[in-house]
């Protein structure tokens, strides 16, 4: 036997009981299996920080149709440069040209 792993082995059994490399074999299974280890927690916290970031950047977008659904309602300027900007709509006798920026 390895001279080495001999002095190992009796520096473990004068200085660690069995409780305690029972406890650690145990932080030791937790910490690198199954599927609540640190490592998948450290995952999750990333996924929930993107998820986060959807959904603010999807709330702005809500916030910005819910007011213009608003002034939808009251605003006749607005609803006539919708109706002509979204659907084409023009008035009788008007001309129009349609200008695309390419960029």
């Known amino acids: 036997m390895n001279p ?12 660690m009981k069995p409780a305690t490399l029972l406890c650690l074999a145990a932080v030791a299974y937790i910490v690198f299996s199954g599927e609540y280890t640190v490592f998948h927690g450290i995952d999750y916290d990333r996924q929930i920080d993107s998820l986060r970031h959807e959904l603010a950047s999807r709330r702005d977008s809500m916030l ?16 006539e440069k919708v109706v002509r900007e979204q659907y084409g709509m023009t008035r009788p006798g008007e001309d129009v040209y349609i200008f695309k920026n390419d960029k």
């Open 64 to 79: 910005y149709y819910r007011d213009l659904n608003r002034r939808l309602n009251y605003d006749r300027e607005l609803i």
């Open 4 to 15: 080495r792993l001999s002095s190992f082995g009796a520096w473990l059994r004068r200085y």
